[in-house]
């Protein structure tokens, strides 16, 4: 669709782009600003990667919990790179501009990501909650049917949900001013430029996030209820801290990704600006995809001893192909 701008005459003039004033405040700082969100980025995503092929190389690995982390990496390389990749080039150029069909994909591959990893995140929960809580029936409940269909459910919610939401904001019309006071094509300050009343996608907005934010909120946390309640029942204090340890990197991903979310929510409106707005997406888009691979695996033995093992097979590999290719060249002379 075109972008519908009037001018103080009253003529209707026709535009394709839209401008992200995003941090432009900080002038000279945004070159610094750059080089952090770079490094942060690519740590990112080697990390993620890493993960990702660890887990996959290693029969090891191949367990629900390792099999939703694999997703939950997926989820944030895709989160992630919708936003910074062009962050990055505004922080270098002058004119901040997007087209109406790139701020159209950012917001889908926003909206889409966010809300299927609330969704994952509460997979995630529910098995650790087996996991602990019902110990001996855990491979029967969480066998691979189940963390696929769970894995698929996640995923189908976010693409269901967010896809019509997005193809009707881009389909109602845009007027006034084309600058967006954010660093990227968020719903509530695209919404702003929208001519007509917005309470009905407004009140879309705020059901899905009732349903499929606020609830997987709160089945989170009433697992982690259970699970709690189980591992003080247990008498031994070893036995205590390796069944939290099995748990604690999820719960530290889990307030990351709702910390910056429920902060948002508890500022006043009046008392917020668009500065604030955009620190806090910021934190919530970079901040959970870097930490997630090093809160998993830092402190996971089982993927350490993967990694370790990974770089053995290859040194190993290296040596003999050097060895054939040595007794080759010695069989050859």
Known sequence: MAYTKS???????????LILVGFSYLHKLQILLFVVLLVIYLVTLMGNLLVIFLIKLNSSLHTPMYFFLVNLSYLEICFTSGVVPKLLVHLLVEEKTISIAGC???????????????????AMAYDRYVAICHPLHYTTIMSGRVCALLA????????????????????????????????????PPVLKLLCIDTWKIRMFSVSVSVLFILCPFLLIILSYICIIFSILKLQSVEARRKAFSTCSAHLV??????????????????????ETDQVISLLNIIVPPALNPILYTLRNKEVKEAFRKTIEKSHFANNWRSLRTKRNEMGAS
């Open 7 to 17: 001018d103080p005459r009253g003529n209707q003039t026709i535009s394709d782009v």
């Open 152 to 187: 698929v459910v996640s995923w189908f919610i976010g693409i269901s949900v967010e896809v019509p939401k997005t193809i009707w904001t881009f389909s109602l019309p845009f007027c006034g001013s084309n600058r967006i006071h954010h660093f990227f094509c968020d719903v």
């Open 253 to 274: 991903v889990v307030t990351l990704f709702y910390g910056p979310a429920l902060i948002n929510f508890l500022i006043p409106k009046s008392s917020s600006t668009s």
């Open 104 to 122: 159209a994909a950012q917001m889908y591959v926003n909206t889409i990501m966010g809300l299927s990893e609330c969704c994952l995140l509460t």
